[in-house]
């Protein structure tokens, strides 16, 4: 630990001179794992008392990362949420890094966040020992356990303010995959943190054995039957006769190490077959030991209740209602693993432009998790108005304020227990009630306005925006302590004009929403050609409107696109267009155009007795348009 581990102050000095001044070897005088790392540090031409040049990289890049270690941070977010509440409230930080020792997570004490932040501790920077030298997380990676620096025993002298406690974290087959650290101020002892630290990642490299381990047994072990089903129990896997994978209680069993793993014999180790663990449920060893346990044969044990059978790509070709959302493959991935992260009890932030499904890609995660059948709750953060959202988020009691209803209201958080929670907008979020959302979420409770019993809640957390958040927080818009809470994972929905294959999402959403009509090539073209930059709300619309101009059956021609799309024809073939009079140039193509377009309008107004949304909404297009289309003729009506 790390009191254990750690000289006076005034003994390390010593050392330190010692070593840095003079070129000796502080043997006994210094821990040997720092004193080993010293050595490399010095080997490798790195100054001591230079100032550390660590330059996190770009939010984009480290989001990227953290989406290539989305196992790894999906396995450790439980273990980092219950141990930054714990680190805050002793002044420290947790960090998860991956297995170079870049960080991707840090979370804990605020204060100490800030002051970390300045020798760089952060995430997106990389702690490995050759770039900053003697560190807990970069010499845990060399030496392939756990270490403590503390103070002056860290290589570089700005690094003293910091303690620091770091377990490396090794996947099933061994191989490093990340660590986790505890840090605090070099001032204060902290007593526990390795200890907390090695619980924590015993519990994460537990948790890696739930995905199963492909056609081997796998034997979950302890002397103490008590403690089987525990982080604490031995895991073994064995295929073919041979330890192939187990974690590091398993391995303590047999006073094994890493480097046995796909060498070390079945039989080498127990005296027992295996039968007679499935028989009796306890094995012996080769030194005679009773372990009790049992075997799971290459299943993965379920994690949670049978979802739906996700909607595969395949599945989307064959004829859909028209309501039905449309994904495609890279959106079909991003789906599985966005309700991966949800059903492990974390949050997913969906980012991407307007109108590019965002929230219909949240009610889809909705379906398929294991909450599906519970509540969907959305709620758009920009357009509550900003006196009322905060009632209506957390509720209030009977005569909160003025004007509140009578027997309150239970607020939509309350409203999504046991389900979903959609917050649309987030970025929108009034700053003033950042704090209060994020200690609801940090806390699972909730204290309505006006008094009464705080109340526990039970919601999966999906969030939204338009807005670039790295921004916002940049500008002081949003928090960003409120920003790790909502993007423990992050989907990115690209715009239709970055999708290399337009027409494949043309053909596909036709297919729904065509009512049997065809597209004529030249129409489908110029449909795939333009870019919509109100992405597939505005291409869906367009779509819709086709069909309400078009007769059924009939082959759509270019004839009744819209204006804006007319533009895109190149310009020879304008050159060659035949002499209709609809076609013959924009200007003169849009009005008798735009006068069927408004006639479809009139008679969804009409069929929906004069009501806007309705008639936007059976349209497909916004009530804006509806608005700015027909002008005049709506003023009076209802909405
Ligand atoms: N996956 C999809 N398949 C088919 N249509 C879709 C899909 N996603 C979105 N749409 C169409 O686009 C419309 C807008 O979708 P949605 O409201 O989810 O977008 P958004 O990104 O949340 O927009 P905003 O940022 O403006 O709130 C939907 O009503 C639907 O018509």
Known sequence: MAQQQTLSDRHLGLARRAFFEHGGAPVGKVPETILRSWVRCQRQGLAAEQAPHIEPVPAARLQEMRERHEKLWRLARA?????????????????????????????????????????????????????????????????????????????????????????????????????????????????????????AVANIEHRY??????????????????????????????????????????????????????????????????????????????????????????????????????????????????????????????????????????????????????????????RRCARAGKPFVAVNCAALPEGLIEAELFGYEDGAFTGARKNGNPGLLRQADGGVLFLDEIGDMPLALQPRLLRVLQERELSPLGGGKPIKLDFALVCATHREMQQAMGEGRFRPDLYYRIAHHTVHIAPLSANADRAAVVDALWQRLGQGRRLTEQARQQLADYSWPGNLRQLGACLRTLVALSEPGALVGVELLPAYLHDLRPAASRAQTPANPMLASPAASASPLEALAEAAMRQALAECDGNVSRAARKLGISRSTLYRRLGQDLHGKPH
Request: aromatic share 6%; proline share 6%.
């Open 79 to 199: 273990e980092l949420e219950l141990l930054s509440s714990d680190a805050a409230a002793t002044g420290s930080i947790v960090i998860l890094t991956d297995e170079d020792g870049w960080i991707l997570d840090a979370e804990g004490s605020a204060s100490f966040l800030d002051r970390a932040g300045r020798v760089a501790l952060m995430p997106g920077a990389c702690w490995s020992e050759a770039q900053v030298g003697t560190n807990a997380i970069g010499t845990a990676i060399v030496e392939g356990r756990s270490v403590v620096v503390h103070g002056g025993e860290h290589y570089l002298t700005p690094h003293g303010i910091l303690s620091c406690s770091a377990c490396p974290i090794f996947d099933p087959y061994g191989l490093p995959v990340g660590v986790l650290d505890i840090s605090g101020d070099s001032n204060v002892q902290h007593m526990h943190a390795l200890g907390l630290a090695r619980l």
């Open 209 to 366: 054995f739930d995905e199963g381990i492909p056609d081997a047994e796998l034997l979950r072990l302890h002397r103490d039957p008590a403690l089987l089903g525990t982080a604490r129990e031995g895991l073994l896997a064995f295929r073919s006769g041979r330890l192939v994978a187990a974690n590091q209680a398993g391995l303590q069993l047999f006073g094994l190490d890493r480097s046995e793993l796909g060498r070390a014999p079945y039989a080498a180790l127990f005296e027992d077959a295996l039968g007679k663990l499935r028989d009796d449920g306890v094995l012996l060893d080769r030194q005679g030991r009773a372990l009790y346990g049992r075997v799971d044969d290459g299943q993965a044990r379920p994690r949670r209740p049978a979802a739906r059978p996700p909607i595969t790509v395949s599945a989307a070709l064959t004829p859909q209602p028209a309501d039905a959302p449309l994904f495609d493959p890279v959106q079909e991935a991003d789906l599985v693993r966005a309700c991966r992260v949800l059903d492990a009890g974390l949050s997913v932030l969906v980012q991407g432009q307007t109108g590019t499904g965002k929230e219909v890609f949240a009610r889809e995660l909705h």
